[in-house]
């Protein structure tokens, strides 16, 4: 533990939480899912800190990031956003670091990547059918047929909350994964030097 929090790699950590924090701020809507959902790129540097630094580094990235973004842009979901954003992206960066330490070659980068997304879809289609979707039918008194509404605007195949997060949550966090990844993969090795 000591290694991974030594001076430098805390002063790592700070700045790749808070550029983390500033792309979360620049976030989107993307066709295949509900305007609630906005896709980010606040998991490129913490991706990328998570193969320069390792899995330690790659979890307090992560703190800091949903810590600034709050910082700078108050929560409008009542903190289930930011409690979704930090556990899904903890789930991508913290295993794809995992399986990365087993192997550091170019081969081992992409089979991170491809462990760390399959493993960060399936953290969030869960998370989105056990906690995210009840909580805003909860918190903000709109309704679960509201919801899939939305989703089977989109996709005629929505008609209940599985197969929302079928078509509509899993496409979004695949998507956002395949972005991010393709990402880390090219500026990997132009920004780790800086990091170590």
Do not use: W
Request: hydrophobic share 60%; glycine share 4%; charged share 15%.
């Amino acid at each position: 533990m000591k290694k991974y929090l030594s001076v430098k790699n805390i002063s790592s950590i700070a700045v790749l939480g808070a550029l983390s924090a500033v792309l979360m701020l620049f976030d989107f809507p993307i066709a295949v899912a509900p305007n609630f959902y906005k896709l980010d790129l606040g998991d490129l540097p913490a991706l990328i800190g998570a193969f320069a630094l390792g899995p330690v580094p790659a979890f307090f990235i992560q703190i800091v990031k949903i810590v600034i973004k709050l910082l700078l842009k108050p929560t409008s979901t009542a903190f289930v956003g930011e409690i979704a954003a930090f556990i899904f992206s903890t789930v991508l960066c913290v295993s794809a670091a995992l399986v990365y330490q087993l192997d550091k070659t170019r081969k081992g980068a992409i089979k991170a990547m491809v462990i760390g997304s399959i493993a960060m879809v399936i953290a969030a289609c869960l998370g989105n059918y056990l906690f995210i979707i009840p909580a805003y039918v909860n918190m903000f008194h709109l309704p679960l047929e509201k919801i899939v509404a939305m989703g089977n605007a989109i996709f005629a195949a929505v008609t209940d909350k599985f197969t929302f997060v079928l078509f509509c949550v899993m496409p979004f966090n695949l998507i956002k994964a395949v972005i991010v990844d393709i990402l880390t993969f090219v500026l990997y090795k132009r920004i780790s030097p800086l990091l170590k």
